[in-house]
Structures are given as structure tokens and as C-alpha cells.
């Protein structure tokens, strides 16, 4: 037996170990702002998928509109392929790439933007 193991199998805690030791008010402060922290980063995924989702529906349906009508054939281009990137900028949004899912709608919305000029 290596002294941590009673006779009759049950283990008590290592003298070293942290079971029971008293938690500082500073500590509680700590948890309590990386939870605030945590939160804010699983509002930010959330906001940029459904942003990037509903931009990538939006143009999706700006493109068909576009389509049907006489419009030249780049600007249904443009709608789409700017829905596209707002949907890549969806699923970075959803694993976490937040920053870098601001910066794909951003451009995705350009394009968009860009292809209505040409109208």
C-alpha cells in the first residue's frame, strides 16, 4: 500500500492536493469574469452565424429575383457569390473565427453591393 489507501479501499486525499482548501474572494472574482468572458465569445459565434446566414439567404433570393429578370448576367453573379462568402463567413462564425467571419461578411456584402452598381 502506498499510505493514501485505507484498509477497507477508500482513498483520502493526497496532503497536497486542493480538496477542501478555502477559495479566496479574488478567486470567485476571477470565475465570475471569465465566465462574463466565455459568454460574450458564445455571443459573438451565434451572432455571426445567423448573420451570415441570413445575408447568405438574402442574397441567394436577390440573386433568383435578379435572374428572372433583364438584369446582365453578372449582377445574379454577384448576389451569389456574395452569398456564398457570407455563408463561409457563417460556418467560421459557428467553429469560432469570429474575427474572421466579420471580415468575409463584410466582403461578402460588398460584392453584393458592388453587383447592384452594375444594374
Do not use: K
Amino acid at each position: 500500500m502506498d499510505g493514501r489507501t485505507l484498509a477497507v479501499g477508500i482513498r483520502r486525499p493526497h496532503p497536497n492536493s486542493q480538496v477542501g482548501a478555502l477559495r479566496s474572494r479574488a478567486m470567485d472574482e476571477n470565475a465570475e469574469e471569465y465566465e462574463e468572458e466565455y459568454e460574450d465569445a458564445r455571443r459573438a459565434r451565434w451572432t455571426a452565424t445567423g448573420t451570415g446566414a441570413l445575408l447568405a439567404l438574402v442574397g441567394l433570393a436577390a440573386s433568383t429575383l435578379r435572374l428572372t429578370g433583364s438584369a446582365p448576367v453578372l449582377v445574379p453573379g454577384a448576389y451569389a457569390f456574395g452569398a456564398a462568402v457570407c455563408g463561409l463567413a457563417s460556418v467560421l462564425g459557428a467553429r469560432g473565427r469570429t474575427r474572421r467571419a466579420l471580415w468575409l461578411l463584410v466582403i461578402g456584402v460588398m460584392v453584393m453591393a458592388l453587383g447592384d452598381q452594375f444594374d
